[in-house]
C-alpha cells in the first residue's frame, strides 16, 4: 500500500502546480453478456459530476451512453466495435471507437494493453479524430488470482492525442476493486487527466471514479 501513497501524494501535488484544475465524480455502471465464445456485448452508462471548478460547486456535466461490440481474433486479443452517444450541457456528440486489445498474464499479474482510434461528430462543429494508447496492470492483493470476495489493485496510464486540436493528454488511474462473484465486480478510485501537454496554460482533472461491473447471461 506504500506504493498506492505515493502514487496519490504524487497526483495531488501536481493538481495543485498546474491552474485551470477540475475536480468531481464519476460514476458508471457496465453491463456484459456474451454472445458466442468469441464475441462479447458490452453496454454502459456514465455520468460527470463537477465538484470543483475555479472553485467548490455541485454541476451535472454530462452523460455517456455507449454500446461496444468486442471480437476475440487470438486467445488473448480482442478487437471492440463501438458507439458513443454524449449529452453534454444541451449539445449531442456521437463517437466512434475501434480499438486493438492484448492481456498477458504475468505471474498472478495481468498486464492488457489498448490501442484505438476514436471519431467525434457534432453538429455544427468539425469531425474530430483521436488516437489513444492505455496500459493497465491489475494484481489480486491475497493469491495468485482474483476470486470470489476479495480484493485487487489496478493501476491504468493512458496516452491521448486529438488530431486536430493538436492536444495532447495523459492519465494515471489507481484503483482498488473488489470481486463480488464471478458475475459482478465494484472498482473505485482516482482519474488523473493532465491535457493540453503542447499548450500553456496545462489542463488537469482529478476525478473519483466508481464503476459496477455485471455480466448479464
Given at each position: 500500500m506504500?506504493q498506492?501513497?505515493?502514487?496519490?501524494l504524487?497526483?495531488?501535488?501536481v493538481?495543485?502546480?498546474?491552474?485551470?484544475?477540475t475536480?468531481?465524480?464519476?460514476p458508471k455502471?457496465?453491463?456484459?453478456?456474451?454472445?458466442s465464445?468469441?464475441?462479447?456485448?458490452v453496454?454502459s452508462?456514465?455520468?460527470?459530476?463537477?465538484?470543483?471548478?475555479d472553485?467548490?460547486q455541485?454541476?451535472?456535466n454530462?452523460?455517456?451512453v455507449?454500446?461496444i461490440f468486442?471480437?476475440?481474433t487470438?486467445?488473448?486479443?480482442?478487437i471492440?466495435?463501438?458507439?458513443?452517444?454524449?449529452?453534454?450541457?444541451g449539445?449531442?456528440?456521437h463517437?466512434?471507437?475501434?480499438h486493438f486489445n492484448?492481456?498477458?498474464?504475468?505471474?498472478g499479474?495481468k498486464?492488457a494493453h489498448?490501442?484505438?482510434?476514436?471519431?467525434?461528430?457534432?453538429?455544427k462543429?468539425?469531425?474530430?479524430?483521436r488516437t489513444?494508447y492505455?496500459a493497465?496492470l491489475?494484481?489480486?492483493l491475497?493469491?495468485e488470482?482474483?476470486?470470489?470476495?476479495?480484493?485487487?489493485?489496478?493501476l491504468?496510464n493512458?496516452y491521448l492525442?486529438q488530431?486536430?486540436?493538436e492536444?495532447?493528454e495523459?492519465r494515471?488511474?489507481?484503483?482498488?476493486?473488489?470481486q463480488?462473484?464471478?458475475k459482478?465486480?465494484?472498482?473505485?478510485g482516482?482519474d488523473y487527466?493532465?491535457?493540453?501537454?503542447?499548450?500553456t496554460p496545462k489542463k488537469n482533472?482529478l476525478?473519483?471514479r466508481?464503476t459496477w461491473?455485471?455480466v448479464?447471461d
Open positions: 506504500k498506492i501513497s505515493i502514487l496519490l504524487f497526483v495531488s501535488l493538481s495543485h502546480a498546474q491552474s485551470n484544475f475536480g468531481g465524480f464519476l455502471i457496465n453491463l456484459s453478456t456474451k454472445l465464445a468469441k464475441t462479447k456485448w453496454n452508462i456514465e455520468a460527470r459530476e463537477v465538484i470543483y471548478k472553485n467548490f455541485f454541476t451535472h454530462l452523460v455517456d455507449s454500446t468486442s471480437v476475440k487470438d486467445l488473448n486479443q480482442s471492440n466495435l463501438g458507439y458513443i452517444i454524449r449529452f453534454k450541457e449539445e449531442t456528440i463517437r466512434f471507437l475501434q492484448v492481456v498477458q498474464q504475468l505471474n499479474i498486464l489498448r490501442l484505438g482510434m476514436e471519431q467525434f461528430y457534432q453538429s462543429v468539425s469531425p474530430q479524430y489513444r492505455r493497465t491489475q494484481k489480486p491475497s493469491g488470482k482474483v476470486d470470489d470476495n476479495e480484493w485487487y489493485f489496478k491504468s493512458e492525442y488530431f486536430n486540436q492536444d495532447f495523459v494515471l488511474s489507481p484503483y482498488l476493486g473488489y463480488l462473484s464471478k459482478e465486480k465494484v472498482e473505485l482516482l487527466r493532465l491535457g493540453k501537454l503542447l499548450d482533472s476525478w473519483f466508481a461491473y455485471i448479464i
